[in-house]
C-alpha cells in the first residue's frame, strides 16, 4: 500500500510525503515522486499524519466511582492509600463481563483518540486471584480490539486491608504472586508504586528482584508524592521507566539522563491533584529519554482516550516544545515499553498511522485536547475509530 500526503508527516515535518507499506511495516518513505509503484493507495491530502501514539502508562481495571473524592481533595482533603483500596473493594466486587465491559470501553476511547499502542496495568484487586482474573480480562479485551495492548502486574499498588503489614504483602507479591503471574503469560512488566506511604524502597527492590527473576520487565511509580530516591533504585534495577517524577530534583534529573530507564511524565494527574509538575525540561536538556502518558486510573486522574491533551500539556504546562512533546508521546512511550519496532515512521517498523483533522502539529497546544484523529491504522490495517 502507498500513502501519500501533501500535508505534515510529524514530528519531523516532511511534506510532501510518501509512505510504503508492505506486510504491515513501513518498507519505504520519500518523496511522492521517488515512490516505488503500487495499485492500493490511499491519498491523506494535507492532513497532519503522526505514528500511532503511545500510551504507556495507564490502569483500566476497576469498578466504582471516586469523582466525590476528587473533589473532596480539591477542598484540602490528603490522598493516600484509602482511596486505592475503595476502588479494590468495588472491583472485587464487579463480575467479568461487567468489568471487560468497563475496560473495552476505556480502551475504545483510546484507540478514538489516536492512541494505538496502551499499557494496561492490573492493581485494584490486590490477591493471587484477583489480580489473574483482572490481568486476563486485559488479555480477553485486548483480542477483541484493534488497538496494540502491553499488560503489566501492578499487584504492589497497595497494600490490602487483609495484610498484616506492607513487608509481609510485598513478601507475598515478590514470592508469589510474581512467579505465579510469568507462569500464567498474562503480563510483560511488573510495576510498583515506590512512594512514601505506599512501599519503600527495600520491598521495591525485593518486588523488582523477583521480577528480573521472572523474566518480567519493571518500571516504577516514582517520586511522586515524595523525593524517596525511588528513580535511582528503578535506574540500579534496570527499570524500563520510572514515572511521575513530580519530586525529581536535580540529582535524580541526573541519575535518569544518565541511564537507559525512560522518564515517564503524567502531567494530567499533576494538575488535578494540584501537584508540582515534573522537570521535563531539566530531563530534556540533560539528555533523557521522555514520555508522555496518560496515567488514566480510578483516583487521580479519570481520562480515558485523551493522550491528544497530555501531549498538548507537555507541549504548555510542561515547557517542552510541540516536537518534544508529540516525541515523547510515540516513540518516547514505546522506549518506555522497550518496543524499538514502533512509534515512529521509519522503514522497518510497524505500520501504525493516524491522519488529524490538522494541518500542523502545533494544533496539539493550540487545541489542547480538541485535536482528533480523521483515520488509523494499525500494523497497515485501517481501523474504525468508534465514537468518543
Ligand atoms: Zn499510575
Redesign the pocket.
Known sequence: MLVTGTGRLAPGGRSPWALHIRAGRIAWIGAPRDAPADDDRVDLGSALVTPGLVDS???PVFAGDRSDEAAARLEGAPYTEGGILRTVDATREADDAALETLVEARLAAALAAGTTTVEC?SGYGLSLAEELRHLRIIRRVAGRLPIRVVPTFLGAHAVPREASSMDEYAAHVADEMIPAVAAAGVAEFVDV?ADAGFFDLAATERIGRSASAAGLGLRL?AEQLHRTGAAELGVRLGAASV??LEQLDEAGVGAVASSSTVATL?PA?AVVLRDRLPPARGLLNAGATVALAS?A?AG?YGGFGTMPLVIGLGATLLGMTVTEALTAGTSGGSAALRRDDIGALKPGMVADIVAWDAEHEGAFALRLGAIRPSRAWIGGQEVGLGTL
Do not use: G
Request: proline share 8%; net charge negative.
Open positions: 502508562h495507564t490502569h496495568k508504586f511509580h514515572d511521575h503524567l494527574p496515567d486510573n487521580t
